[in-house]
């Protein structure tokens, strides 16, 4: 499954910590709902990056998609929302959930928010963070499945032996990390640990994902 390899060949390149915000017991809310659609809102901003919210908009369909879920079109969700001349993802969130999941007919609506997008940086190195809240309601507006997810990650510069060398490999890797921080692989990753893996919070496959090969 092409979500299991990325997700192997990223934690082989990448030493990643998480902090894990949600409950130890099981969260059995949305597996009780079972849903067959799923809304996914325009995202909220709490960060300064004014590209964070559609780079982590753009994330989710698929991911959901591959587990078995009817995923509305981001690009069609924008459209009908801004037709009715909801533009703002904050006052979209403050919708009832009951007028939304009419509007587009769906099972459970998906509200995430970024509580931070950022890169430190310390003498010569850097570490970027991201932190996500997650909550779906069902079609009643009840909350019904919850996560909060914080990814961080520092670059990594192999030993040459060379004092110098390395100092330099340093500098270097700030650099371009401080000139173009790539916040998207530890987006996925989280996405992926929260619906996937994380024993509080990992999604039942839904209706519609193909049968395993045997």
């Given amino acids: 499954m092409k979500i299991v390899k990325f997700s192997i060949f990223l934690s082989a390149i990448l ?3 998480a902090c894990e915000t949600t409950t130890g017991q099981r969260q059995t809310g ?7 659609s799923i809304l996914i809102l325009p995202v909220v901003n709490h960060s300064v990056d004014v590209d964070a919210p559609l780079a982590v908009y753009s994330s989710l369909p698929v991911m959901l998609a591959e587990k078995g879920y009817y995923v509305y079109p981001s690009n069609t969700v924008k459209t009908i929302l801004e037709y009715e001349g909801l533009y703002e993802p904050a006052q979209i969130h403050q919708l009832p959930t009951e007028t939304i999941a009419q509007m587009f007919d ?3 609506v998906l509200y995430v928010t970024i509580e931070r997008w950022d890169t430190i940086y310390v003498l010569i190195s850097s570490t970027t963070e991201v932190k996500f809240t997650y909550e779906f ?3 009643a507006g009840e909350t019904i499945w919850e996560a909060s997810k914080e990814m961080q990650y520092t670059p990594q510069n192999s030993s040459t032996g060379n004092a110098l060398a390395d100092l330099i490999g340093a500098v270097i890797t700030a650099s371009v990390n401080r ?3 790539n916040y998207m692989p530890l987006t996925r990753m989280a996405n992926y640990q929260v619906f996937y893996t994380d024993h509080e919070t ?7 994902r193909p049968e395993e090969p045997k």
């Fill in 15 to 17: 030493f990643l910590s």
């Fill in 30 to 36: 949305f597996a009780d709902a079972k849903p067959n």
């Fill in 106 to 108: 769906a099972d459970v």
């Fill in 137 to 139: 309601r069902n079609r």
């Fill in 179 to 181: 000139a173009a921080p």
């Fill in 202 to 208: 990992y999604l039942p496959n839904g209706p519609y």
